[in-house]
Every structure is written in C-alpha cells, then in structure tokens.
C-alpha cells in the first residue's frame, strides 16, 4: 500500500503562483511514475503532469510552460510549481502514484481555487 497526502492548495490570484507538495509513504518501491492530477467542478480528472522514477516528465498541453513538477526521492516528495494562474486551473488537485502490476494510488486532494 502506498499513501500520499497533498498539501499546498488554496486561493491565488489571476497571474499568481501556488506550490503542491504530496508527501508518500508505504511501498513505494513499487512505484515507478507519481503525478498530479485535477478535476474542475462538472469536468472529469485530467492529468496535469507526471514524472517518472528517472525523472523524465510530461504535461498536459494546458499548462505547458507553467506548470513544473519535480519530485525528491530521498524525501518521497512530489511538487508542482504552478505559475500564471488563471481560472481555469480552479479545481480539486490530485496526487497519484502508479505502481508495477497496474496498481494506482491517490490522495485525498487540495483545493486550488484562482480567482480575483
């Protein structure tokens, strides 16, 4: 079993900045990608970004130029450094670990909510 429990959400301002951290614990050798997440009220989740044991990353073209994830092994920490908000990144933000034999893994989530 894997847990991960988000932290860093909360309201920003059009044009600001917020940082999501997810911590993890449990089995986390088997884990080989852990990303965010997100879902905006009436939307299904969408992935936001994800980054693997290696460290090579992927974005949703949303946020693209915007968004940075990073993770630090040693810790079994997760971040999302999310700049230039804007409204339609108002939604509920994940964190998920994929783990070897199909197994997924999610936090209970963080609000992020952008607005004036």
């Known amino acids: 079993q894997v847990q991960l429990v988000e932290s860093g959400g909360g309201r920003a301002q059009p044009g600001g900045s917020l940082r999501l951290s997810c911590a993890a614990s449990?089995?986390?050798?088997?884990?080989?990608?852990m990303g965010w997440y997100r879902q905006a009220p009436g939307k299904q989740r969408e992935l936001v970004a994800v980054?693997?044991?290696?460290?090579?990353?992927n974005y949703a073209d949303s946020v693209k130029g915007r968004f940075t994830i990073s993770r630090d092994n040693a810790k079994n920490m997760v971040y999302l450094q999310a700049n230039s908000l804007n409204s339609e990144d108002t939604a509920v933000y994940y964190c998920?670990?994929?783990?070897?034999?199909?197994?997924?893994?999610w936090g209970k989530g963080t609000l992020v909510t952008v607005s004036s």
């Open positions: 980054i693997t044991n290696g460290g090579s990353t």
């Open positions: 998920g670990a994929n783990a070897h034999g199909g197994m997924s893994y």
């Open positions: 449990g089995s986390m050798f088997s884990i080989y990608a």
